[in-house]
């Protein structure tokens, strides 16, 4: 009896790291199985990960970056700080994006100069020597992996702080219809269409849920959710792992293998964020073209950024123990 519940042990771990390895392939640049995360995730300086949502084809835009997420993990205190990226931010003097443009544009030029994993490799750079921090790792999901990954595990159960309603239409913003539905506020549940408009949700009843700041926060509680949904690890977490594979195959795109996937994994809950907010980080302003741009406060001229590097410098060694 022992016997055969061994060899039974041993045809899962065989089928699953076949399927981790299909999934490997279908997702990453990475060779599996291998690892670029144990060592640093095990070390003493930040590891800080890149992560990018995008609409991808059939939507207006398709590979421009619509949420724009630094993790920046500590392994010493195993913590992580979210840093979202407005989509406005305005980069101009930095070698490896001299066309210019909005931060939003930096992963629609890469993709179209070398797909994803060149949309995803630009993405990090840029931000490497807009942010001063060593961005080495990426990843990227479209709104259907997003909305996929939701349904894959039943739905996500979140705490919502302010109810309000919400519409896809800026002159129906305009005119206070809010045609597309609302969020109560309190405990609520989402599937997978309802989370990804709860997380997108731009024109809203309630003005401070209508920044970018307000809804990096809303995707957020849903990536803690998504990673409660799986727990730590053990047979639990094989089923609800399996459907977030098939729901995040052709959807998303990394550098990180699947063993490093695994790893991160337990660093999706935050536990602080960094707001790049108007006033003292940014200032409101508008390029040649009379778009709305945000530039560092106190901005001087393309390839200013000492002030940004020096307030999430700051912003980070307040959350060191």
């Known amino acids: ?103 939003n544009e930096v992963f629609s030029a890469g993709n179209a100069s070398g797909g994803l994993d060149e949309a995803g490799v630009l993405m990090a750079e840029v931000l490497s020597g807009v942010t001063g921090l060593e961005i080495e790792h990426w990843l990227s999901i479209d709104f259907t992996g997003f909305r996929e990954m939701v349904d894959a595990v039943g739905g996500v159960t979140i705490d919502n702080p302010v109810a309000f309603d919400y519409t896809h239409n800026p002159i129906q913003h305009r005119n206070a219809n809010w045609d597309a539905g609302g969020f109560a506020a309190g405990e609520i549940h989402l599937d997978g269409a309802q989370a990804l408009a709860y997380a997108r949700a731009r024109y809203t009843s309630v003005v401070a849920e209508s920044t970018d700041f307000a809804r990096s926060e809303r995707q957020a509680r849903i990536m803690g959710a998504l990673r409660g949904s799986v727990g730590d690890g053990g047979p639990g977490a094989i089923l609800p792992g399996l459907g977030l594979m098939d729901a995040m195959e052709g959807r998303v795109r990394t550098d990180l293998s699947v063993i490093d996937l695994y790893l991160l994994s337990s660093h999706l809950s935050s536990d602080s964020r960094v707001e790049l907010s108007e006033g003292p980080v940014l200032t409101a302003t508008s390029n040649t073209a009379g778009q709305y741009i945000l530039v560092p406060t106190g901005w001087v001229g393309p390839g200013d950024y000492d002030g940004l590097q020096a307030y999430l410098s700051g912003a980070l060694a307040a959350d060191a123990p």
């Open 1 to 103: 009896m022992l016997l055969l519940a061994l060899l039974a042990v041993v045809v899962i771990v065989v089928l699953l790291g076949l399927r981790a390895a299909t999934f490997n392939a279908s997702v990453s640049s990475a060779a599996f199985p291998s690892t670029a995360m144990l060592g640093p995730l095990n070390g003493d300086d930040r590891v800080n990960v890149l992560m990018v949502g995008y609409g991808g084809e059939g939507h207006d835009g398709a590979y421009l970056a619509d949420s724009i997420q630094i993790l920046s993990i500590d392994p010493s205190t195993d913590t992580t700080t979210t840093i979202p990226i407005p989509r406005d931010l305005w980069i101009e003097g930095v070698a490896t994006f001299p066309q210019n443009g909005k931060v």
